[in-house]
């Protein structure tokens, strides 16, 4: 049986992530990814004692966060052992900060990414036009209760 740990998130962790084994952006070296991720709350997870992911948690505001996450080959290995760890991850994370909603955003042209944070449980709210850096187009996830209408 895999057997998962974590540890704090540091930003030399994403050094140890060789190009090409993780869904990363492209246009992103290691260094700058690193200054962007030292602001995030986040964790190192291993798997057997090697990085399978990097999740963060950035609290936008009270009761709303973004997660990001950096998986690798690895987490891709392990998919339903890994994803059931990363969902456990996010239920903690809501209670540790007191969300109400979890979101996530991914590249409109990676429908795969789209399929993957689904597979985790968020929904889909909606396409942000132009949101990218480079003016590309995102897809909003979210996690939030179901409200009843009173």
Request: glycine letters at 8%; one cysteine or more; proline letters at 6%.
């Amino acid at each position: 049986m895999a057997e998962f740990t974590t540890t704090p998130f540091e930003p030399w962790h994403l050094k140890l992530i060789k190009e090409g084994v993780h869904y990363a952006r492209p246009d992103l070296d290691p260094e700058t990814r690193a200054k962007i991720y030292r602001q995030i709350e986040g964790v190192t997870v291993l798997l057997d004692g090697e990085i399978c992911a990097i999740l963060g948690v950035v609290v936008l505001w009270p009761g709303v966060g973004e997660v990001t996450m950096i998986p690798t080959n690895l987490y891709y290995r392990n998919l339903k052992t890994c994803v059931k760890f990363t969902r456990q991850l996010i239920s903690v994370a809501m209670e540790t900060y007191g969300l109400h909603r979890l979101q996530a955003t991914c590249l409109a042209s990676h429908p795969k990414h789209a399929r993957f944070l689904e597979f985790l449980g968020l929904q889909y709210e909606g396409k942000l036009h132009g949101y990218g850096p480079k003016g590309e187009d995102f897809m909003m996830y979210a996690t939030v209760p179901v409200r009843v209408d009173q």
